[in-house]
């Protein structure tokens, strides 16, 4: 086995187990799927939410997408519904409070959200956020509450990178409408998403992104998504 090889089945592990551990005692469901990607729903016990988990193998590099993700400035060019975007420090390089604009009108969301990066083994990396729920919003809007979002970069063999994408949030849907309404809408947004960053991985801006060699390593598992998302809702249910 080629070095390459075991370096690309080491990051596959890495995903895998940043991953499983929400699908494994959830039940889930298959949602909708596009020409890049598909979704499945997993329920969260004690949450009015369920997870919302796009998976996709696209070409390009881990690195690419990273490079997309933390240039806030690019966020309303291929990121659905993504009106604005813009990030404060918050402690560390790697760690940021990212602020974002969705929608317009009745449908204008802002998210306030405690932005990590970590590098994983063999080359993937991993984007963990979690509503700030403690913060101020003076920027107007109806603010989207218990944000947990996650997504995994894991190299693939053939210069090509799978992209594991998990949210729950609750954005306070008008006239009492919940997961019945949302969940659908939070599906057709990421996988709207996932397919315009297949495009934008194409462009040449992208072939050669700068290393994830500022990140830290991640040295122990993250918290469990929605298990957090639920303790975040229940004094709100």
């Known amino acids: 086995m080629s070095r390459a090889t075991r370096r690309a089945l080491l990051a596959l592990v890495a995903g895998a187990f940043l991953t499983a551990g929400m699908a494994a005692s959830a039940e889930c469901r298959a949602e909708a799927a596009n020409d890049v990607a598909a979704a499945e729903s997993c329920a969260i016990a004690g949450a009015d939410y369920p997870v919302v988990r796009v998976q996709a193998t696209l070409a390009g590099s881990a690195a690419a997408v990273a490079a997309l993700y933390r240039d806030p400035a690019t966020c309303p060019l291929w990121q659905v519904e993504c009106v604005g975007e813009r990030v404060f420090p918050a402690g560390a390089a790697h760690r940021t409070l990212l602020h974002r604009v969705s929608?317009?009108?009745?449908?204008?969301?802002?998210?306030?959200?405690?932005?990590?990066?970590?590098?994983?083994?063999?080359?993937?990396?991993?984007?963990?956020?979690?509503?700030?729920?403690?913060?101020?919003?003076?920027?107007?809007?109806?603010?989207?509450?218990?944000?947990?979002?996650?997504?995994?970069?894991?190299?693939?063999?053939?210069?090509?990178?799978?992209?594991?994408?998990?949210?729950?949030?609750?954005?306070?849907?008008?006239?009492?409408?919940?997961?019945?309404?949302?969940?659908?809408?939070?599906?057709?947004?990421?996988?709207?998403?996932?397919?315009?960053?297949?495009?934008?991985?194409?462009?040449?801006?992208?072939?050669?992104?700068?290393?994830?060699?500022?990140?830290?390593?991640?040295?122990?598992?993250?918290?469990?998504?929605?298990?957090?998302?639920?303790?975040?809702?229940?004094?709100?249910?």
Do not use: K, S
Request: hydrophobic share 40%; with cysteine; charged share 20%.
């Open 103 to 237: 929608g317009h009108g009745f449908a204008r969301r802002v998210t306030l959200a405690n932005a990590a990066w970590w590098r994983l083994p063999g080359g993937g990396a991993v984007l963990d956020l979690v509503g700030a729920d403690d913060a101020e919003n003076p920027y107007g809007g109806t603010r989207v509450l218990c944000l947990r979002e996650r997504i995994t970069l894991t190299p693939a063999p053939g210069g090509r990178v799978q992209i594991v994408h998990q949210a729950v949030r609750d954005p306070q849907p008008p006239f009492g409408l919940g997961a019945a309404v949302v969940t659908p809408r939070t599906v057709e947004i990421m996988l709207e998403t996932l397919a315009n960053l297949a495009e934008f991985l194409q462009r040449p801006a992208y072939r050669n992104p700068p290393p994830l060699d500022d990140l830290p390593v991640l040295a122990a598992p993250l918290p469990d998504l929605g298990a957090g998302f639920a303790r975040c809702q229940a004094p709100r249910r």
